[in-house]
């Protein structure tokens, strides 16, 4: 099993920036991909990015440009660095990993974003 704990989280204005972080442990050995997905109140559940273990990554259209998907190997830890944020980010973020990122069936409990306009 594969435990992930997401941190970071938080309130900031709109143009402002966050670092996601999500501490991955347990059996990974058929881990090959991470991912973030977002939620926002009364919306579905949408990825935001992903990271497979060779380093491709894959960003939702409404973040390109500003979301960093990145991976610490020593550390185990997953990061998205958020930048120029705008308040339509708003949601609990999760952390997600799997054997690929279409196939994520681990989860972390989230961790929340609100920007302020």
């Known amino acids: 099993q594969v435990q992930l704990v997401e941190s970071g989280g938080g309130l900031v204005q709109a143009g402002g920036s966050l670092r996601l972080s999500c501490a991955v442990s347990?059996?990974?050995?058929?881990?090959?991909?991470w991912g973030w997905y977002r939620q926002a109140p009364g919306k579905q559940r949408e990825n935001v990015a992903a990271?497979?273990?060779?380093?491709?990554?894959n960003y939702a259209d409404s973040v390109k440009g500003r979301f960093t998907i990145s991976r610490d190997n020593p550390k185990n830890t997953v990061y998205l660095q958020m930048n120029s944020l705008k308040p339509e980010d708003t949601a609990v973020y999760y952390c997600a990993a799997g054997p690929d990122w279409y196939s994520f069936g681990s989860w972390g409990q989230g961790t929340q974003v609100t920007v302020s306009s």
């Open positions: 347990g059996n990974m050995f058929s881990i090959n991909a």
């Open positions: 990271i497979t273990r060779a380093g491709r990554t």
